[in-house]
């Protein structure tokens, strides 16, 4: 028969009990870094030539934006090259990702 005025004491083998306090999880192995996928969605809607510079228009977030190579486009995506046919953006991890020009819309 089992005294109701003591506790039961039972190994809880992912957390460790405290004295007066909340059981705190045991150490947990360190998960890999996965990099972060290319998040940035844009439209490059044409370009403009400037004083031997090229800016691109771009459309994000239902916004008109023009930026050049060497501008950031967002946090942590930045423009490294623009032509008439394409800009070309590095994102966090450095993954370049092209985006061509959108054609003509009606």
């Known amino acids: 028969m089992r005294d109701i005025f003591r506790p039961k004491t039972a190994a809880v083998p992912a957390a460790v009990r405290r004295a007066g306090g909340p059981a705190v999880a045991g150490p947990e192995a360190p998960r890999p870094e996965v990099p972060p996928a290319f998040a940035l969605r844009i439209s490059y809607i044409g370009s403009i030539k400037s004083g031997g510079r090229t800016i691109a228009l771009v459309l994000r977030n ?45």
Do not use: L, M
């Open 62 to 106: 239902g916004q008109t934006v023009s930026v050049g190579e060497g501008d950031e486009i967002a946090p942590g995506y930045k423009v490294v090259g623009v032509t008439a046919d394409a800009i070309v953006v590095q994102g966090p991890n450095s993954e370049r990702k092209t985006f061509p020009r959108q054609g003509e819309r009606p």
